[in-house]
């Protein structure tokens, strides 16, 4: 049984077996069956002994390394350039929403996601609206990290799961699943009068 999970072992076996028969035939499964592969199996979620394997795969990291053989290690070996090494080890996490590079691309997923958010919890929108709570404001952890420093562990492998499969679209629908758990009834509202706290319950 998979840690943090409920899944039976006969279950979480069977589940191993049907991806191993789909890694066997995996161009088959991708060219035929992609529905399948994405609405059963990716959903239901990657059995842990096999999620490496499946990732490489459905990002299609496993034929880019096959096409280039050693070029991996090759760029591994190379010192890194300096100018970029100090850049990394700089603490530059908390300043990614203003830094050049991202704030566009977060500005513009912050729109959209407020567009979102509009139709499918008008009451949490509106409520964020009253505190002025930017989407930028919690959205930017959630994407940048794919939402590893917001969830418990097993969600998060659950949450990728489902991004190597579907894609970005699958952080827009984890965002709104959160806002509505964390803003979605009359009471959870009521309980975050202001701007702190309502920032504190996301």
């Not at 076996?13 to 992609?34: G, P, T, V």
């Not at 990614?96 to 729109?111: K, R």
């Amino acid at each position: 049984m998979e840690a943090g999970s409920s899944v039976p072992v006969d279950v979480a076996r069977q589940r191993e077996l049907k991806w191993l028969e789909m890694f066997a035939h995996w161009d088959k499964w991708l060219s035929r069956r992609y529905q399948k592969v994405r609405g059963l199996r990716c959903r239901k979620g990657i059995p842990s002994s096999l999620r490496a394997k499946a990732w490489q795969l459905l990002s299609n990291s496993k034929e880019l390394l096959e096409r280039n053989p050693g070029r991996f290690e090759e760029l591994e070996r190379q010192p890194g350039d300096p100018k970029w090494l100090d850049v990394i080890e700089k603490d530059l996490h908390r300043q990614f929403p203003f830094h050049e590079m991202f704030a566009a691309p977060v500005q513009l997923d912050g729109e959209v996601f407020g567009a979102l958010l509009r139709r499918a919890a008008p009451a949490a929108h509106r409520h964020l609206r009253r505190f002025r709570v930017d989407p930028v404001l919690y959205l930017t952890e959630w994407f940048m990290c794919i939402f590893a420093r917001s969830l418990p562990w097993a969600a998060v492998l659950r949450v990728w799961d489902m991004f190597f499969c579907e894609g970005v679209k699958i952080m827009f629908r984890v965002g709104l699943v959160l806002l509505r758990r964390a803003l979605g009834s009359p009471e959870k509202l009521r309980s975050c009068q202001g701007l702190y706290e309502t920032l504190e319950r996301l």
